[in-house]
Each structure stands twice: as structure tokens, then as C-alpha cells.
């Protein structure tokens, strides 16, 4: 049966805004005490009103638990509250009310580099942001030449920090705090610094770690970082939990409202000869028109507007994936189109993309003359479950099922005597 590794219930934390004074001479000070009464006099109760301090809520009525040996992840806007969170979980920060019950042992990587000197070498500060982040001496030792490893700066460990490149800094910090061993790992958009092979080095070792059956909370912006490690996704939102469940169902929602804004209209395209105006999956069952959550036969429909008649029309279409990679395109010629509104209907027998966002681009031409060229908008989410490598560099593009046999081959072996 398993255990409750954190318990939250009630959560707040409220934060006071306030003015903060301006600095000024002593000729100034006295100035203004002078003529305090006569402001007083005028103004009453109005200036204190003015200056009362201001409550912000980063966090209200958060409540939710956390089993030992589960992945969950926290997505949300800048601002809405996800490190905050993750420092009252980590105990930097006391929450204003409710509480948090956290059982087994704590890890947190909320800022990498927290804790590092720069006149002490890589070999120092390794110890020394070791012990920061709870790591015993005989720990570290035993980790050493691992972290050394991971980080690639065997040849500099000696070296003072300072002589350091904000790439080795970023390697040699990340590398001592992912060879914790808590029993619960806290960790904060810190697979974003670095280049790409470093990112997926180090989202290698978060797999290992969620993996291994430790309790993470992993904050990230990277929803295909989301999707690999976290089972469960909560969307935090202005402070609150605004959906909490699988992961496909959580970032789906929370990527369509990211592309909400881009939907909302294209302005100026009623003086054009034609133009699109929106796009939606055919027949979906989902509450999302955006969202194709199965990989069988799929109908896409583009609607357009025509305000003139295009007689040698062309009409082209292609689909890219969050790299801006060519995934699937085809173009199509030879007819007519009278004023009006016309559906592009576009019906294919599958389209097995592993899960993510992807985006449309439409062009209609006339007698080879361009007349539109839309990337539409909402992206197309997919949010059908993974069936290819767990590691994104192995995993492809297509989201292809397989299956797997092993054949155990006989081999017979005679022996010959004298």
C-alpha cells in the first residue's frame, strides 16, 4: 500500500506591498518635519490610506496529496504561484496559512548555483554546495568522481570558480545537486540552462531519478520535459489549482489556452479576396477542437472566406512540429471558387505523431499569385499516450505502437571425446 509523501491542505501565502521611501539628504528630513503639521491639516487620513501596505496572495486554498514514489508536475503561467509552492514545500518559506506535511527526506534544486563562491575551486565548492543542499561528507566523496563526470569539468576541478564559464558553472551546479539522494526531489525549471545536449543529459538524469521510485515535484515551462517525467500534471493558476490529472489531459488544456490569445481573430482580412478564418478537428469528441486524442482515421476542416471569385485556384497545406520540422504537407489545383465561405477538408487514414504541439500553415493561390498564407491558430495538440522510446532523442517524430518479441534461440552443442 502506499504512503503519503506530502500533504497539503488549505495552503496560502500572502505577501505585503508597500512604497519604499525615498532616501534624501538631512536638510531634506528636516524640511519635511517642518512641514508635517501643515500636511497633516490638509490631508487627514488620506496619506496613511495612500501608504497602507497592499496584500498579494501568491498562493490560496492550495490542497492536494502526493504518494510515495510518484512523479508530479506544475505548470502555470510566470507568476502563478509554482515556486512559491515549491519553497514552502522545501521550507525556505513559511506559508501565511493551512500547512504542508512533508515525510522522508527533502532535496531541493530551486536556483542552480546557490551556494557557490567564486575564489574557492570546483573541488571546494563541490563540497561546499554538497553540504548546502544536505549531503553528508561520506556522500559526497562517494559521488564525487560521478558529479566530476557528469559536469565535464575533470580537467578544471582544481581551478577556483571564478575562471569558470557560466556554461561549466551551470554543469558542475546541476551535477551536484542531481546526484542527491532525498527521498523527495523538489526541482525548479533547471533543466532550461545550458545548450540542448546538456538539457537532454540532464533531463536523462531526472528520468533516472523518477525512475528510481523517489517523489518528485518538477516545475518546468517545456511541456515535452512535462510530458516525459510526470504521470500527473497541476496546473497552477493566479495562485490556485486550476486542473489536476493526467498529464495528456492538463497540458493539453493548458497549451490550448496558451494559444487562445492567437485564435482570437486576424485582423484586416475582410479587405483581402480571401482569406482563412479558422480550423477545427471534424467530429471530435473532445471539448477542445484543437485537441486529437486518437491516432486512427482524422478529419481536419479549414474554412475560408472569399470575398472574390478565384477561377484557377491552388490550395496548399503543411503541418510542423514545436522545431518548426516539415512533419506532413500536400498541395491541390484545379478548381474554381465563387464568393462566399468554403470548407478545405482535409481526411487522412492516421496521423501517429507522438504527443505535443504542432502547428498548420495554409496558403490558397490564384493562377499562381499568392491570395492567403495562414499559420493558424490554436496549434493542433496532440494528446495521445506514448508508444515509442521513453527518451525524446530516440523517440521520433511518428507515435507508432509496436510490438516486442524475444526469441530464444537453441543452441546444441555436441562434445567429442577421445
Known sequence: MSHVAIHVESLGKRYRLG?????????????????????????????????APRNLWALRNVSFELEEGKVLGLVGRNGAGKTTLLKILSRVTE???????????????????????PELTGRENTYLNGAILGM????????????????????????????YSTGMQMRLAFAVAAHLEPEILLVDEVLAVGDLAFQKKCLGKMGEVAHAGRTIVFVSHQMNQIRRLCPRVMWIDAGGVRMDGPASQVVG?????????????RPGTEQTRASFVRWEIAGSASAQQNLLDLSGPVTFRFVAEVNQAIPLAQHGIALYDSERR???????????LEPGNHEFVHELPELPLKPGAYSW???????????????AAPDLLVGTQPMTHWLDE???ILNIPSRFHLLQSQVECTRVTS
Open 136 to 163: 553528508t561528507k561520506r556522500e559526497i566523496e562517494r559521488k564525487f568522481d560521478e558529479i566530476v563526470a557528469f559536469a565535464e569539468v575533470a580537467d578544471f576541478i582544481d581551478t577556483p570558480l571564478k575562471h
Open 361 to 375: 500553415r495554409v496558403t490558397l493561390w490564384d493562377d499562381g499569385q499568392l491570395v492567403d498564407c495562414w499559420d
Open 253 to 265: 488544456a493548458y497549451e490550448a489556452e496558451m494559444t487562445s490569445v492567437r485564435a482570437a481573430g
Open 394 to 396: 530516440w523517440a521520433g
Open 95 to 117: 506559508p501565511t496559512e493551512g500547512g504542508a506535511e512533508i515525510r522522508g527526506r527533502v532535496g531541493s534544486l530551486l536556483e542552480v548555483g546557490t551556494g557557490f563562491h
Open 19 to 51: 512604497q519604499r521611501e525615498r532616501y534624501g539628504s538631512l536638510r531634506d528630513r528636516l524640511a519635511h518635519a517642518a512641514g508635517a503639521p501643515l500636511r497633516w491639516a490638509r490631508s487627514g487620513k488620506s496619506n496613511a490610506a495612500q501608504n
Open 326 to 336: 516539415l512533419v506532413w504537407g500536400n498541395g491541390f489545383r484545379g478548381f474554381a
